[in-house]
């Protein structure tokens, strides 16, 4: 009879780690197959049907599964072995990085391969692979927008108190526009590509229709919308759109109203004294993500703009009133989830382009 394979005992913290190496699909493979078989192993597979599953020797699973008991993950690595001293070291890894620090070569927006290869005099092919061993990806881009405004602080943690903890029977909504929403007619439609894939297509020429403006209010206990298109975005707009959400509430509903700091929402003194029971509340300069109809914009865009084709104003404004009509029944509150909110904390140097 066959001696069982005793089970590997893996702490869930390596196990975390085992999974997804299994699933990375950059890592080499040897070292997916290890982590595969360790795993294998710790649900109690036996060698032989772990080998065969790999396309590997028993033998490799034995020692592997040796290696992992005696030394844990790092006992998965490669052993350090002897050969020709590496040309390019830590010393070439500094180098290249000290040289994205610096200003681009004349003619040149950013760093790329090629332009460090030439200036470091070395291939190209060793620059890159400094760049992927340190997660530096020189076409990949990232924005930010960083918020000095001095009382950032209070202002955030007044708008984010709003949403974790709204004062007792009020209502919290967030207000803004979305501008210049342009009546685009194209050609559109699906089409098969060389490789066989059925994609969305639309014609790179197009007629302008003229633009519109829709200003969004989001209920933020409930996730509903209530909107409005008009032609321009001044104040005058403005007040009248808050006048059509306010005549939803009764005289006596406390409303809190979260803001931009677009022109259009300041100096509305008089409409305030007109309207006691709505407060406005502004996030910091720079900072308009804190306000959450900025979420549904962004759905908006995406399920009713994109790739569309209007032939006039009237029908991107049946388009956008349709799209609202159709969303607020199955409409769900935002849940915050961001665990800090922070202002002027990034800083532009090489640390940016690796975390």
């Known amino acids: 009879m066959p001696r069982k394979t005793p089970k590997i005992e893996i702490p869930p913290k390596d196990r975390e780690i085992l999974i997804i190496r299994v699933r990375s699909r950059t890592l080499p493979k040897q070292m997916v197959d290890r982590a595969k078989m360790i795993l294998d192993s710790g649900h109690g597979k036996p060698v032989k049907q772990i080998a065969e599953e790999l396309q590997t020797y028993p033998n490799k699973v034995i020692y592997w599964r040796k290696r992992y008991i005696e030394y844990g993950l790092n006992g998965l690595k490669d052993k350090p072995r002897s050969g020709r001293p590496k040309l390019y070291g830590d010393e070439f890894r500094n180098n290249v990085l000290a040289l994205l620090g610096e200003p681009p070569p004349k003619g040149l927006a950013a760093w790329d391969g090629p332009a460090l290869s030439k200036e470091l005099n070395a291939p190209v092919d060793a620059v890159w692979k400094v760049l992927r061993n340190e997660g530096i990806h020189l076409q990949r881009q990232r924005s930010w927008c960083i918020s000095t405004d001095k009382e950032f602080a209070s202002k955030a943690a007044d708008i984010v108190g709003l949403y974790l903890d709204p004062p007792m029977n009020a209502i919290v909504l967030c207000v803004d526009e979305k501008p210049s929403i342009q009546a685009l007619e194209r050609k559109t439609g699906y089409i098969m590509t060389d490789h066989g894939r059925v994609v969305r297509a639309y014609r790179s020429t197009y007629k302008r229709h003229g633009t519109l403006n829709l200003f969004a209010a989001l209920e933020v206990s409930t ?85 569309a084709s209007f032939t006039s104003p009237g029908e991107l404004k049946q388009r956008i009133e349709d799209f609202i009509e159709r969303y607020n029944p199955d409409s769900k509150p935002f849940k915050w989830r961001k665990r800090e909110v922070v202002g002027s904390q990034l800083r532009d140097n090489i640390a940016n382009l690796i975390n």
């Open 223 to 307: 996730g509903k919308i209530s909107g409005k298109v008009t032609e321009t975005k001044k104040r005058e707009d403005f007040q009248e759109f808050m006048d059509s959400v306010v005549s939803e509430y009764s005289p006596d509903q406390q409303l809190h109203v979260v803001l931009d700091n677009y022109c259009t929402h300041k100096k509305n003194e008089e409409w305030l004294e007109t309207h006691q029971n709505v407060h406005f509340h502004y996030t910091p300069t720079s900072a308009s993500w804190l306000n959450q109809v900025e979420i549904w914009f962004g759905i908006f865009s995406r399920k009713a703009l994109r790739g």
